[in-house]
């Protein structure tokens, strides 16, 4: 239950998973995470920085700039995430 609820929506699987292959700033995610509105994307971000599943970093430049990465608690979801991955990859030749 805790893992469900620490990262069993869609989105914050697919924001792991991004994250998964290194620092992302938040426009880029934006752009590939395919359906998220900027709104949904932020809430998640915050839930998972306050979780401490994602490190949040903050250049003091102006345009301001905002980087997220894995924390190593995050990081060490990397199996399981990529297990999902095989086997949702799995699934999908099964079936077609």
Known sequence: ATTVDLIGNKWKLLIIRELLTGTKR???MNRVIDGISPKVLTQNLRKMEE????NRKVFAEIPPKVEYSLSELGDSLRPIINSM???GTD?????L
């Open 51 to 54: 979780d401490g599943i994602i």
């Open 26 to 28: 938040f426009n880029e």
């Open 85 to 87: 991955s095989d086997w």
């Open 91 to 95: 699934y999908i030749k099964k079936i």
